[in-house]
């Protein structure tokens, strides 16, 4: 590995996991573990739990799990390594210097993000050169001033095929990091050129302060509008923002969403300094998360038109389902917030901003739009629509309340309304029943993994399975019991290549830390593998126990290899053992 197996040991056990958990969640203690409410998903029940002594966390809420390294890269989006270093200067441990493919990829990725740097300072000079004219013209006519286009970085991209390849090739980079870096294409016969041109740009800076990307806008009429980079082994649109670098510092408890980058600087200079844009993609879960990290409240600030409703009704559910409460914009007398700033001025934003729609309020109205409350048919169609979607909110009083907003623009009594309600919301509650009815009559699918493709082919075996690793994350030593068994017996190839990493990491005289295995499993493995952790486990009888559980993984091993050899009188053996074994386990 390219971290050393010793230098992760020490970060871990240096690390305390409560400790680091609370510096983002308000835990609990009940019993020897601790509970909060899970920073990766919307709840007002604490279902997030830390176990100190397995150095584990498992939200029972949303799946996620894993140790303080899992926990380091979900929150932060961060990759292993980088979530290694974080916690290792937490820890005052200087980082190794790391030989292999991974330390390869590390120099690959900090060559790129030095590269973009070197981009953006080159976008930024020929702003104010000769060539740059007609894009810091286009700017100021835009009204920005020189101090917002230093702050936010903004450039021009001369009208060339290969400026910026010749620029950066003076300082030793090829077309090769360019075509990396997303600031170059390639044509059909080979020829390399400059991605960017002729366009004002944008560069996009993550929350750490990294150039990671660009954005390029036409000024004039031009298709596409937009140009943006492309993902990168630096860059994901999906996971990053424009502008959070900066909104992330503002005193506010409330981000303001806009479509654009111009929208969002605009406000940014009027003062308005939580505005952030989504990067070229609509609004993602990931983006919801990230937000919800530095604010608690959403002001949704799109454009008017159909495109701009149908993305703020889109956005609506995922910033909700992040916990954060959601407020939409009408911005009336002006197509966007850029314009509206400009036509009436900063306080008069401001006062739209305080004067902003519940999301309620807004779907409904959106709602209305749909029909003719002059026609009677229409008008129930209406009602009966809003109460489907107002059946979905959790709280009784927001149901009355915005029941009776429904009632008032239908010209209905309250109680009607409040009828209607009730009648979709026992609607719901029969179905969600019926559906909780069904999951608790199937008791096997309960025992299987979350993620599809890591489901249990023989349950049976997988049971023991798991308690041979939690046996051994308690007491490394009862692998001595364990003596001759490998991942190959297990039903579970997830479960079989943990065991055989726990049993090299032994065998090495490292610790058997889940925390550990963060870099060598998937997210979803490690969040089912924390999981299996958190289960409980007796530490009473462990060897018994152990000798047990290796004997039904041996005896389904047998099964399975013998179920097709052709054998008869094995297969009839094999049928009346499994008609005993479901005997013994159906008597009372």
């Not at 303080?68 to 820890?91: D, H």
């Not at 009408?330 to 401001?350: M, S």
Request: charge should be positive; include cysteine; proline fraction near 4%.
């Amino acid at each position: 590995m390219a971290i050393p197996e010793r230098f992760l040991d020490e970060v871990i056990a240096r690390t305390d996991l409560v400790d680091l958990v609370s510096e983002s969640v308000r835990l609990t203690k009940k019993g020897s573990s601790y509970w909060g409410c899970c920073p990766f998903h919307s709840e007002k029940t604490p279902s997030f739990h830390v176990v100190p002594d397995r150095q584990i966390y498992k939200c029972f809420g949303c799946g996620k799990g894993g140790g303080a390294i899992n926990f380091v890269m979900e929150l932060e989006n961060l990759s292993f390594r980088e979530a290694v270093e974080v916690l290792a200067k937490r820890a005052g441990m200087q980082m190794p210097e790391s030989v292999g493919p991974s330390a390869d990829a590390r120099q690959r990725r900090e060559k790129l993000l030095e590269l973009n740097r070197q981009a953006a300072r080159a976008f930024h000079s020929w702003l104010y050169s000769p060539e740059g004219a007609q894009g810091l013209s286009y700017l100021q006519k835009r009204g920005l001033s020189k101090a917002t286009l230093t702050r936010f970085g903004l450039g021009f991209a001369p009208n060339s095929w290969d400026a910026l390849i010749r620029e950066l090739g003076k300082q030793g980079y090829d077309k090769r990091d360019l075509l990396d870096a997303g600031l170059a294409v390639n044509n059909k016969d080979g020829r390399i050129y400059d991605r960017f041109r002729n366009r004002v740009m944008f560069p996009i800076i993550d929350v750490r302060g990294n150039v990671i990307g660009f954005g390029g806008r036409v000024m004039d009429d031009s298709t596409p509008k937009y140009l943006n980079s492309p993902d990168t082994p630096v860059y994901n649109k999906s996971r990053n923002i424009f502008a959070l670098n900066i909104a992330k510092k503002t005193k506010a408890d409330r981000v303001i969403l806009t479509e654009g980058y111009m929208d969002t600087i605009s406000l940014h200079q009027a003062g308005f300094d939580s505005a952030v844009a989504s990067l070229g993609t609509a609004l993602t879960e990931e983006h919801a998360q990230l937000l919800s990290r530095y604010f608690k409240q959403a002001i949704i600030s799109y454009d008017g038109d159909g495109a701009g409703v149908a993305a703020a009704q889109r956005a609506i559910p995922i910033l909700e389902k992040a916990g954060l409460k959601v407020r939409v914009l009408r911005v009336t007398g002006a197509k966007d917030p850029d314009e509206f700033i400009k036509k009436y001025g900063r306080d008069a934003f401001a006062r739209l901003l305080d004067k902003s729609e519940n999301q309620v309020d807004y779907r409904l109205d959106q709602l209305r739009q749909k029909f003719d409350l002059e026609d009677d048919t229409q008008k129930v169609a209406f009602l009966q629509e809003a109460a489907q979607m107002l059946a979905g909110l959790h709280s009784a009083v927001e149901r009355e309340i915005y029941g009776g907003h429904a009632a008032q623009t239908a010209g209905v009594s309250p109680e009607t309304m409040a009828q209607e309600i009730n009648r979709a919301l026992k609607v719901r509650l029969r179905r969600e029943k019926k559906q909780q009815e069904r999951r608790d009559l199937s008791p096997a699918s309960q025992m299987q993994p979350r993620s599809r493709g890591l489901r249990y082919e023989n349950i049976r075996s997988a049971r023991a399975e798991e308690g041979v690793l939690r046996l051994l994350l308690l007491d490394p030593d009862l692998l001595r019991e364990a003596q001759g068994l490998t991942g190959a017996e297990f039903s579970s190839p997830l479960l079989g290549r943990a065991y055989d990493r726990l049993k090299a990491r032994a065998e090495e005289g490292l610790s058997l830390h889940l925390a550990a295995l963060a870099e060598e499993f998937t997210g979803d493995e490690m969040d089912h593998l924390a999981q299996v952790a958190a289960q409980p486990e007796s530490a009473a009888n462990a060897r018994q126990a152990m000798a047990d559980y290796i004997a039904v993984i041996r005896r389904e091993a047998l099964l399975r290899s013998s179920a097709g050899s052709g054998d008869d009188l094995l297969r009839a053996a094999q049928r009346r053992y499994q008609e005993k074994k479901a005997y013994m386990e159906e008597k009372p």
